[in-house]
């Protein structure tokens, strides 16, 4: 009989030795979603472990993170006041402008990524500012906003951003105002691939930001297209980001390796709510073993391509690495 494969499966030492794909903390970036206010510390029902916080509680939240050593956060805003253009967000006394600045000042050594986007912000949910006639977003008249909210968040003393809304001609325009206005060294990691998932729901009940009407297939991208995914992230590059993003993670890992091989640029993974949900409904029911489920899911990303991931499993898998 001709073995190949299992002498080198039979020691320990030299599984490690051998092993191809690693996963470090510092793969990890961990969400947080902030809330006007004070002392707050909501739990959200669909997402055991995921809750809103108030400012003051984040920085403590921050605390626990750099002791797990988690080096990055992505931010999320829920305002007080959301009306049809996302005034919050475009504020420097606004909710993630706030926040950005007491989280580097308690903590100048975490680095800072806000989302960019105006689902949050807008009294109808949708990523940017409404065309009524087309009953969809505005795609020039929301560049112009993201432009602004872009510089709001880089004078608070933001590390990265990452814009998320899905607008064509997006990226350039966001380094050319961010250029214009002394930012030059301000890097941009773009949502370059992402689609229009299910899996995003628990998220819009954390982040407060589902849509009033209709659904945001007029930006985000059909799930069901390969060829396009691949021409979405190439042309962030073209246009000047820094890191490319596929979101969802799970259902699209034929995109992360066919991006990883259509470019040199970092590539990140977003491992979105629903997909967190989904282990964490399965580990209340005791059907999977979670820690190793979760553990092989965050090592096949980093296999599939990936470089980074965001993922709300970042503390749990930290403490394990
Ligand atoms: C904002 C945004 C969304 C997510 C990240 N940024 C929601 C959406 O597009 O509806 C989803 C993240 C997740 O599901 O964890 N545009
Ligand atoms: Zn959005």
Redo the contacts with the bound molecule.
Sequence with gaps: MFKRFRRLRINPNLRDLVQETHLHKTDLIYPLFIKSGQGIRNEIASMPGVFQLSIDEAIKECESLKTLGITAIILFGIPEVKDSIGSDALCEHGIIATAIKAIKSAHPDLFIIT?L?F?EYTDHGH?GILDHKHQTVNNDATLDILNNQACIHAQAGVDMIAP??MMDGMIISLRDALDKAGFENLPIMSYSSKFASA??GP??DVAE?APSFGD?RSY?MNPANRREAILESIEDEKEGADILMIKPALAYMDIIREVRDATRLPLAV?N???EYAMLKAAQKAGIIDYERVMMETLLGFKRAGADLIITYHAKEAAALL
Excluded: L, N, T
Aim: hydrophobic share 10%; charged share 20%; aromatic share 24%.
């Design positions: 989302d986007c689902c990523c998320s809304g899996y995003y998220f819009r930001s945001r985000q977003y979105v709510s629903g």
